[in-house]
């Protein structure tokens, strides 16, 4: 580790400078940078402001996604610790900040006392980090492990525990190089929680014998069921008590409506019983005004959300969703949903419309999304590769109800068969915590 270490800290100015100079060409790469500005005296500032707890538990999280798979986890702690933890979390992306501050719930867990951005990965900003929060154990949610804090986590004796770990086909970053220095990483951490049985033994054959491996579930299930038992947004009542079929599709890309948008016109022919909901993965002006376009030519009649108290729904064809945090709530009022993604680089989240009651289409790139091969498998989901297809197959669903009906009952019972990962980590986190004496006290 050693080796890799100096190695990696040796690049860091190089790469520091690369990151500098795409920033000026990046705005997302911008961002990240600016949103660290001073973020030593921020974290001194919010801590000096929270009372020295018997246990911290620091969880680091990248953006939004494996956020939400942290949740649960946070939630089942913090009833088993209650005024005795401190939960800190740490977001690498802006995006991933941003969402919490304005759409989770998450603020009515009162261990979370502490939220904001990971500092750069320095050996001076590890030590600062360390120093400042003094965790018990370091919790890292999927893939984002900075060398430098695990050096120097492992260096004091604190536990490290990856959670809803996996090893992705194909990922470049577990061969050649990047994967010799992720063996590396990985064989640091006190306890590696796979997302299956499988998973575990890939991982094992990967890091070797020296880190505690174990299945834990996908907690991924825990989070998609936590999220549409407790919504944290709403939308209009018109749309939840709107008798038509819905058709959700979610995340969409623009070749996602290559596929949704002459697929639904089609249908609107063969049935005038169904209405069509678009949420684009990212509903910028550009994009929203561009789907907008392509519904006016196809001949569909369309609205905002954000203007839906000015409209007569009933007599709208398409919905487009132009904000952000609504998603799981408007797969909740509909009947059908097709999930983005699977015609570029992958599949986005197809477990919260399965959780919800709801047959799922996607394009054939969903091999990302492991739990696609099981709904395809039991009938609650189904692969298209172009809008014909994507016709048929709902249409053979609005035509027949028990077909809808049990393809979207199959779909709900396997997700929430699935759940009981959260708690898996939780006790792992736990045992940790009690076998492990509290090494977290500065060098």
């Not at 060398?147 to 986590?153: E, F, G, R, Y």
């Amino acid at each position: 580790m050693r080796l890799r270490l100096f190695l990696y800290n040796i690049f860091l100015p190089a790469a520091w400078l690369i990151v500098r100079l795409f920033s000026f060409f990046n705005a997302r790469i911008s961002k990240t940078i600016s949103v660290r500005k001073s973020i030593r005296k921020r974290w001194q500032t919010k801590l000096d402001n929270t009372e020295s707890p018997e246990i911290t538990i620091w969880f680091h999280v990248s953006s939004v996604g494996e956020f939400l798979q942290a949740r649960p986890v946070m939630d089942l702690l913090e009833k088993k610790y209650g005024n005795a933890l401190r939960i800190a979390i740490t977001f690498y992306s802006p995006s991933g900040l941003e969402y919490y501050n304005k759409h989770d719930r998450m603020r009515k867990n009162p261990s979370v006392q502490f939220v904001d951005y990971l500092p750069f990965d320095t050996p001076g900003n590890a030590r600062f980090c360390l120093d400042s929060l003094r965790p018990q154990l370091i919790v890292y949610v999927k893939y984002d492990i900075w060398p430098n804090l695990l050096a120097a986590a492992a260096s004091r004796n604190i536990p490290q525990v990856l959670i809803s770990a996996s090893v992705p086909p194909r990922s470049k970053r577990f061969s050649g190089i990047p994967g010799w220095f992720m063996r590396t990483m990985f064989s640091r951490l006190t306890a590696i929680a796979a997302v299956s049985d499988k998973e575990a033994i890939k991982l094992r054959d990967f890091v070797g014998a020296l880190t505690d491996i174990s299945s834990t579930g996908d907690i991924r299930f825990d989070q998609v069921v936590q999220r549409i038992d407790n919504p944290s947004s709403s939308i209009p009542a018109a749309i939840s008590d709107d008798v038509r079929k819905l058709i959700v599709a979610g995340s969409t890309w623009p070749e996602d409506e290559d596929i949704v948008i002459p697929g639904f016109s089609r249908l609107t022919k063969m049935f005038d019983d169904t209405a069509l909901v678009i949420v684009p993965h990212e509903p910028t002006p550009d994009r929203v005004s561009s789907i907008s376009a392509r519904l006016e030519q196809a001949g569909l009649s369309s609205c905002l959300l954000s203007d839906f108290d000015g409209i007569n729904w009933p007599a709208i064809q398409v919905l487009i969703a132009d904000g952000l945090g609504y998603l799981a709530e408007l797969y909740a009022a509909g009947s059908i949903a097709y999930v983005g993604g699977a015609c570029t680089t992958g599949v986005h989240n197809i477990m919260e419309p399965a959780v919800s009651g709801l047959p799922v289409l996607f394009g054939p790139r969903h091999q990302n999304a492991w739990e696609s091969r099981d709904l395809i498998r039991i009938g609650a989901a189904f692969e298209v590769s172009d809008s014909d297809e994507f016709t048929t197959i709902i249409g053979r669903m609005l035509s027949d109800d028990s077909i809808l009906c049990s393809a979207g009952q199959d779909a709900e019972n396997y997700i929430r068969s699935g759940t009981g990962g959260a708690l898996r980590c939780a006790e792992l986190i736990e045992r940790l915590i009690k076998v492990l004496p509290d090494s977290s006290a500065p060098e």
